[in-house]
């Protein structure tokens, strides 16, 4: 095939989504938790926002508040690492950042 002989990208794009397997054929496992991810982000940036009133204010409460939030981050890290070793799913390990999301949200919200 001549290079003014290959068909444009659309048609090849168009061409290799038709080839796909049908959705019904994709293994559970390979499906990826779109609306447990997408509620993740939307409560993460609700703790960020607390997180960072509490950093504007200062003080000891700011001092022991940065530090508790990258201790849970590698926390997190090391607990979703050895789950998905441990053979979890996308969905579990995004189900269980929730829990520790909505923790840290009602222990911010406390007055």
């Known amino acids: ?12 794009a168009f061409q290799a989504i038709a080839n796909l397997a049908p ?3 994709v ?3 390979a499906s990826f ?4 991810s997408t509620m993740l982000a939307c409560e993460s940036f609700e703790v960020i ?7 504007l204010i200062g003080g000891d409460d ?3 508040e940065a530090r508790l939030m990258v201790s849970e981050k590698v926390d997190a890290m090391f607990e979703a ?12 390990i995004i189900d269980r950042y929730r829990e520790h999301v909505a923790a840290n949200s009602k222990r911010l919200s406390a007055i």
């Open 1 to 12: 095939m001549k290079h003014h002989d290959t068909p444009p990208l659309p048609v090849i």
């Open 49 to 55: 926002r607390l997180r960072l009133e509490k950093l």
């Open 33 to 36: 938790p779109w609306y447990a």
């Open 27 to 29: 293994p559970e496992r």
């Open 23 to 25: 959705c019904d054929e």
């Open 81 to 92: 690492g050895a789950s998905l070793m441990a053979g979890a799913t996308p969905a579990s």
């Open 62 to 64: 700011a001092h022991h």
